[in-house]
C-alpha cells in the first residue's frame, strides 16, 4: 500500500550486493509491498533514499532502469556511517526505500543524436542507466561514446558489462585512469585530457557528465574549446540533500533545490544559478 507521507519508507529486502570496486558495491533491492514495487517507476537521473534502519538514510542515484523490471540497483560507495552500516547487510536484510525523487536526463531529446557519456568514479554510476536505456532501443540514437575513468583500475565502475558495451552496434567504449598498475595497459590521463585528445564533436551531439566537481569543472573547459553550446551539456550536481522534496532548503542552489529541480540540469540552466561553475 503506497504511504500517505513521502518521509515514510517503503519496507524493502536487500535481494543482493556485488562489489564493483574495493570499497563500491551494488545493491539489488526489491519492495516487499507487490502493488507498491509493480508501481514504481522512475526513470534514469533520478534517485531514492535508502536506510539503514538504526543508522540513517542516505540519497543514491537509481543505476538499473525500470522498463527491465527487475530490482532497484543504486551504488554505493563506502564512506561514512549509513553507506557503513549498508556495506555491512547481508542480502535478506530490510531496508528502507523513499522516493523516487529528482528530474530525469531528457533521453527523449537526445534521439537522434550522438551522445557522449562522460564519467569518473562513482560519479560514473547514474548515467549507467542512460547507456542501457540507449542500448536496448539502439535505433533511437546516433554514435554512442563512453568515457569512463577512475583513480586506479581496481576503481573502474561496472567493469564486468565493459565487453557488452563495446561491442554494441555504433558504440565506442574509452577507459583511463589517473594511475596504471603493472596489469594495466590502457590510457593513464585524466578525463579533460581524453576528452581534448579524442576531438570530441558537437556536430548533432550531446554530452552527458558526472563525477567529481574538478573532474566536471575542467571537462566543461573543453568540450566549450570544442563548440559544444551550453544546452548541448548536460550534468547533475550533487547537494547535502537530506529531504528529497524541497522542503529543508539543505540543497538549494539559487533559487532552485537540487533535490526537486534537479539533480539533472543543462550548463544553460546552471549558468543562470552559479556565477561560475
Known amino acids: 500500500m503506497k504511504s500517505d507521507s513521502p518521509f515514510v519508507p517503503y519496507l524493502a529486502t536487500l535481494q543482493d550486493s556485488i562489489d564493483l570496486t574495493p570499497d563500491v558495491r551494488l545493491f539489488r533491492i526489491e519492495i516487499d509491498d507487490p502493488e507498491v514495487r509493480a508501481n514504481f517507476d522512475y526513470s534514469p537521473g533520478q534517485f531514492i533514499f535508502v536506510s539503514a534502519f538504526g543508522t540513517g538514510e542516505s540519497p543514491f542515484g537509481l543505476t538499473s532502469v525500470a522498463y527491465r523490471k527487475g530490482p532497484l540497483e543504486v551504488a554505493v560507495r563506502k564512506v561514512g556511517t549509513v553507506t557503513g552500516s549498508l556495506h555491512e547487510l547481508e542480502p535478506g536484510a530490510a531496508v528502507g526505500v523513499r522516493g523516487p525523487f529528482g528530474n530525469h536526463f531528457p533521453l527523449d531529446e537526445f534521439k537522434g543524436k550522438n551522445v557522449h557519456i562522460i564519467g569518473g568514479g562513482i560519479g560514473f554510476a547514474p548515467l549507467r542507466p542512460v ?107 550533487e547537494g547535502k540533500m537530506k529531504c528529497g522534496l524541497g522542503k529543508c532548503a539543505r540543497c538549494n542552489v539559487g533559487e532552485k533545490y537540487i533535490c526537486k529541480d534537479g539533480p539533472v540540469f543543462t550548463l544553460e540552466q546552471i549558468s543562470k544559478l552559479l556565477e561560475q561553475f
Open 131 to 237: 547507456i542501457l536505456t540507449i542500448l536496448d532501443h539502439r535505433a533511437d540514437y546516433g554514435e554512442l561514446l563512453i568515457i569512463n575513468g577512475a583513480r586506479t583500475p581496481q576503481d573502474l565502475v561496472f567493469a564486468s558489462e565493459f565487453d557488452t558495451w563495446a561491442g554494441s552496434p555504433k558504440t565506442k567504449l574509452e577507459l583511463t585512469v589517473d594511475a596504471g598498475d603493472k596489469s594495466w595497459t590502457g590510457r593513464v590521463a585524466l578525463i579533460p585530457s581524453v576528452v581534448k585528445e579524442l576531438n570530441l564533436s558537437p556536430d548533432n551531439a550531446v554530452a552527458v557528465i558526472c563525477g567529481p566537481p574538478i573532474m566536471i569543472h575542467f571537462t566543461l573547459i573543453e568540450l566549450k574549446k570544442l563548440g559544444f553550446g551550453d544546452n548541448q551539456i548536460v550534468t547533475t550536481l
